[in-house]
């Protein structure tokens, strides 16, 4: 069994910043994906930010220069922080660990951006 424990998530003004973080537990390999994505009301779930074990990094085109994925190996701990953040990127952003081609899911952190 594998568990993704998310935190971070909050409400901020536009142009500030929030930092979200996922630790993951149980059945861990070392090679595996994790990431983050995101669903805002009425839209489908998109892919934010992943970063594979050996360090490549994937972004989403509207994120990328304010967002960065990073990980911790020994912790199996993911974060993302989030900068010069828009109203746009209000959604529940939920972690991701993908390994032998089964994909868990974190619960869901909400990240609120206020105009």
């Known amino acids: 069994q594998v568990q993704l424990v998310e935190s971070g998530g909050g409400l901020v003004q536009a142009g500030g910043s929030l930092r979200l973080s996922c630790a993951a537990s149980g059945s861990i390999y070392r090679l595996n994906t994790m990431g983050w994505y995101r669903q805002a009301p009425g839209k489908q779930r998109e892919l934010v930010a992943r970063m594979f074990s050996g360090g490549s990094t994937n972004y989403l085109d509207s994120v990328k220069g304010r967002f960065t994925i990073s990980r911790d190996l020994a912790k199996n701990t993911v974060y993302l922080q989030m900068n010069s953040l828009k109203p746009e990127d209000t959604a529940v952003y939920y972690c991701?660990?993908?390994?032998?081609?089964?994909?868990?899911w974190g619960q869901g952190t909400q990240g609120t951006v206020s105009s």
């Open positions: 991701n660990l993908l390994q032998i081609y089964i994909d868990y």
